[in-house]
C-alpha cells in the first residue's frame, strides 16, 4: 500500500461501512446531478458553480472533521 492510501485509510478508519457508503452515495448524486445541469441546460452553468462550491466546502468540512479525530 502506497503512503498516499495509507493516508486514506487512517482518514476514514474511524467511520463506520455505513457512514462511509452514505458519503460516496451523497457525492456520486452530486457529480451525477452536476453532469446533468450540464449536458441538459448549459446556460445554468451559474447554478452549477454554486453546486460546485458547495460540495467543495462539503469536502473541506469532511477533511476538517476527520482532522479532529
Known amino acids: ?3 498516499e ?3 486514506k485509510f487512517e ?3 474511524d467511520f463506520s461501512c455505513e457512514q462511509i457508503v452514505l458519503m460516496i452515495i451523497y457525492f456520486k448524486e452530486i ?3 452536476k453532469n446533468y445541469l450540464l449536458n441538459v441546460h448549459p446556460n ?3 447554478f452549477v458553480k454554486s453546486i460546485q462550491e458547495i ?3 462539503a ?3 469532511q477533511i476538517l472533521l ?3 479525530k
Open 44 to 46: 445554468l452553468d451559474t
Open 66 to 68: 476527520l482532522e479532529e
Open 5 to 7: 492510501e495509507k493516508k
Open 55 to 57: 460540495t467543495n466546502k
Open 1 to 3: 500500500m502506497s503512503d
Open 59 to 61: 469536502k473541506h468540512s
Open 31 to 33: 457529480e451525477i446531478y
Open 11 to 13: 482518514l476514514i478508519k
